[in-house]
């Protein structure tokens, strides 16, 4: 796939999308785009199922929705409320130390450059540019397993690694596309483009995609 053929494909991907589930941090950050909230969903969601990742984002909202306040929660009480969560324990430890760091040392507002995000322990590129886009509404792209996926499936790009995927992405793609890659890919990857067997019979890119690596697909 060329950029050019990313481009004339990209509104026949959409339309499909809108027929699938929409991930859940997408859905809450259009309903509430709070940068702490989506930071802290982001570390929640890692290793976690959508499902898990919602019910235990509201949980724990109910709580505490501030850097003040989860850093006053106890860490019993911010596990019982995120569990089962994936390593819900480390996670809460994780995030009491992280909503107190906020507070401390940016008086309580999230950042919003994925470098100075980059200092908070536990956050990674993936989560800073969750936060930057869907919390800020700035250019960043978000690479999770679904995005490095599908992008090298396509044959956009060639890497080895997420990392690799974001800078090799902001470099073939106009900043345009950049805030809604994921959230689109993550819902194409789950409903469509799955990582085994693949429904290429009811993909609407299969014409312009390389189907790198698809050895079984539907």
């Not at 909202?61 to 929660?73: H, I, K, Q, R, V």
């Not at 390593?87 to 130390?97: H, N, S, W």
């Not at 909503?99 to 200092?119: F, H, Q, T």
């Not at 994921?182 to 299969?206: D, E, H, Y």
Request: proline content about 6%; hydrophobic content about 40%; glycine content about 8%.
């Amino acid at each position: 796939m060329t950029q050019g053929e990313f481009i004339a494909a990209w509104p026949a991907l959409k339309r499909q999308v809108r027929s699938l589930n929409v991930p859940w941090l997408e859905n809450m950050a259009s309903l509430d785009r709070d940068p702490f909230k989506v930071l802290v969903s982001c570390i929640l969601s890692l290793r976690t199922q959508d499902k898990v990742t919602g019910e235990a984002s509201k949980r724990l909202f109910g709580l505490a929705s501030t850097p003040g306040a989860l850093a006053d929660l106890p860490v019993h009480a911010i596990e019982k409320a995120i569990y089962p969560a994936g390593f819900y324990r480390v996670k809460a430890r994780r995030l009491k130390a992280m909503s107190a760091e906020v507070l401390n040392r940016y008086g309580g507002r999230v950042p919003d450059s994925i470098e100075e995000l980059l200092k908070l322990d536990g956050v990674g590129r993936k989560t800073a540019n969750l936060v930057v886009t869907l919390g800020y509404g700035k250019p960043g792209i978000c690479v999770d397993t679904h995005v490095h996926r599908i992008t090298n499936r396509w044959g956009l790009v060639r890497t080895k690694a997420p990392t690799e995927t974001e800078f090799a992405l902001r470099a073939a793609l106009p900043r345009r596309y950049w805030k809604e890659l994921n959230g689109n890919l993550v819902a194409f990857g789950q409903g469509i483009c799955r990582p085994l067997s693949p429904l290429c019979s009811k993909c609407r890119l299969q014409n312009v995609c390389s189907r790198a690596g698809v050895v079984r697909s539907r």
